[in-house]
């Protein structure tokens, strides 16, 4: 949405990173704990370094829905690759967490 409203000038480059940094503090959250099972993570390290530079150039054109429509598909598809990452490790999650030892903590 913060993209979107930045397309239309109506949010700010701040804004966008301000977004972009709290998806960060969230996929660090995600990460740590997938990790604390023993499930890796390495396939999304990317991700978060790939969406920074898509956002940074996008950021660094002149607010428009045009402008927005040019990166959108890289965007897109890197969010995609996040959530199919991320669909990919649901199976090992529910195993480590169903467990007898998932009520002590592995952290």
Same mark, same amino acid.
């Given at each position: 949405?913060? &993209?979107?409203?930045?397309?239309?000038?109506?949010? *700010?480059?701040?804004q966008v990173s301000d977004c972009y940094m709290q998806f960060g503090v969230e996929f660090n959250v995600i990460v740590r704990a997938f990790e604390g099972y023993g499930i890796g993570t390495g396939? &999304?390290?990317?991700?978060p370094a790939s969406l920074? *530079?898509?956002l940074?150039?996008?950021l660094g054109e002149d607010p428009s829905?045009?402008?927005?429509a040019m990166y959108m598909p890289e965007i897109r598809g890197l969010l995609y690759d996040l959530l199919q990452g991320l669909k990919a490790k649901q199976a090992p999650w529910k195993a480590a967490t169903?467990?007898?030892l998932s009520a002590g903590s592995r952290e």
């Open positions: 949405e913060s &993209l979107r409203l930045w397309s239309l000038s109506q949010a *700010t480059p701040e396939d &999304l390290h990317p991700i920074r *530079t898509a940074e150039n996008l829905p045009h402008a927005l169903s467990g007898p």
